[in-house]
């Protein structure tokens, strides 16, 4: 029987998902939303902004430059959605770091009034202020509760001593200010696309919501936020990424049965896992992205045992997860990966 490992080497996790929706997506159908940034940047003239919409790709990004203090940005989407706005350069770097202004884009004219600070040879925005009578607007005022919930908490995966002790005396409390900060969001319908971003963060943490420590009562109220999300969000990136982290804490077995699927390499060319699997005995799948060192590390040491993998029928495949396929190109340009294997993950 062929077999298909896994290596996951980044600094997040991530989950396959299906390309169907649940049945209650493909039935919903939303008017598209018109949405209007219109920003003020003190100190900015000649910077070039943009606007990442995570459902349009970093490639598509929109952007605009700053004009006697001036930004605006226009468009129209199937549903609202949270984006980042950030200084266009940044955005270009391979390495994927950068400082970043969420918002989230509904049918309300958001007003933006920052100031454009540079320090270290980097860029800032500060002094600001944001107005739109809606959801921008709460998330403002209230957006800092769910990081103050962990109270300066910091862990390191490597010190197995400390994390033994955060576990036992440190993690159910913050887990408990977590959830409750998230009560309060999700008691406004309009503003559970926020509590869908927090949803995400909750799952990203998977050392503090590790589900074998959750207790069935905090998977309950989290499996109900969830479920009161407004329909209208359901099409988004990240409620993607949330349903499939919601099935596996609500099933363990959910991601051990496998699942194929398809991805362009940098040509574009479709490659089905399947037909990949088919010719080897082990197939290891090697996720990365552009500012992972240990993934550059990994990627580098398995070409000087390559031949041998492959005369023992092992194959390495390397999927990229940037945001955009030019920080893979610009990768692979500085041979940090092998092209012939690397595909391009783009369902998220």
Known sequence: MKKALTITLMIFSLVFTSCKKENKTAEKENSEIEFVILGTAKNGDGKKLGLYIPSLGMDNRLTSEIVNSKFEFKGSLPNPERAEIAFDNELEEFDGMYSVYDVY?????LRIN??????????????????????????????NKYWEAYNGLSYNPRDSILMDSLRKNVFPKVRENVIKVNAEI??????????LNNLKYIFDDRFVFDFNEMSNEQKKLINDYFNSIDESYINSPDYTVVSSHIKRMNNINFGKEFMDFSLPNIAKKE??????ISTNEFTVLDFWWSGCAPCRKFNQESKEHYKELKENRIEIVSINV??????MAKSI???????????RWSKF
């Open 271 to 276: 490659t089905q896992l399947a037909e990949i």
């Open 322 to 327: 940037d945001d955009g396929i030019k920080k």
């Open 186 to 195: 999700f008691s406004d319908k309009k503003n559970t696309i926020i509590g």
């Open 114 to 143: 920052v100031t454009v600070d540079e320090r270290d040879e980097n860029l800032y925005f500060s002094e600001s202020s944001f107005e739109d009578n809606g959801v921008n607007t709460y998330y403002q005022k209230n957006k």
């Open 105 to 109: 884009l509904t049918k309300d004219t």
């Open 333 to 343: 340009g500085k041979r940090q990966y092998r092209m012939d294997k690397s595909l």
